[in-house]
């Protein structure tokens, strides 16, 4: 059930958490081949619309946060909105699907200079 959202004549497609996982998944492996991806959380309180100027009534504050991810490749961007109480069980298919498709990365050698090294 994608809706699609029309931000500064860019469309943007908002998945259900389940799809957007999926979905992650797909654009994560495809950019292993050609490029990157990015994936942004950010706090979400349901309005779509900017503050009003001074004098005009102010936007009602919602009764609960959210948070929206979005992930975007080179012509490709994805958003789900994540309810406070599903969190949990989003972050843990998250990290799921971050284990699966960064297999490539390689480790880090730390060096050490000869000051920290004489410390200890």
């Known amino acids: ?3 699609l959202v029309q931000v500064a004549s860019v469309k943007m497609v908002l998945l259900s958490n389940e799809e957007f996982m999926s979905q992650l998944m797909l654009l994560a492996q495809k950019s292993k081949e050609r490029s990157s991806f990015t994936v942004t959380f950010k706090r979400y309180d349901g309005n779509d619309r900017p503050q009003p100027r001074e004098g005009r009534p102010k936007l009602p504050e919602p009764e609960e946060y959210m948070c929206i991810i979005r992930a975007k490749s080179k012509n490709k961007k994805l958003s789900t909105v994540v309810k406070r109480s599903d969190v949990p069980r989003v972050m843990e298919n ?3 699907v971050m284990k699966i498709c960064m297999d490539g990365l390689k480790r ?6 000869k000051a920290k090294a004489a410390q200890g």
């Open 1 to 3: 059930m994608a809706t």
């Open 108 to 113: 880090v050698k730390k060096v050490k200079t």
């Open 94 to 96: 998250y990290a799921r």
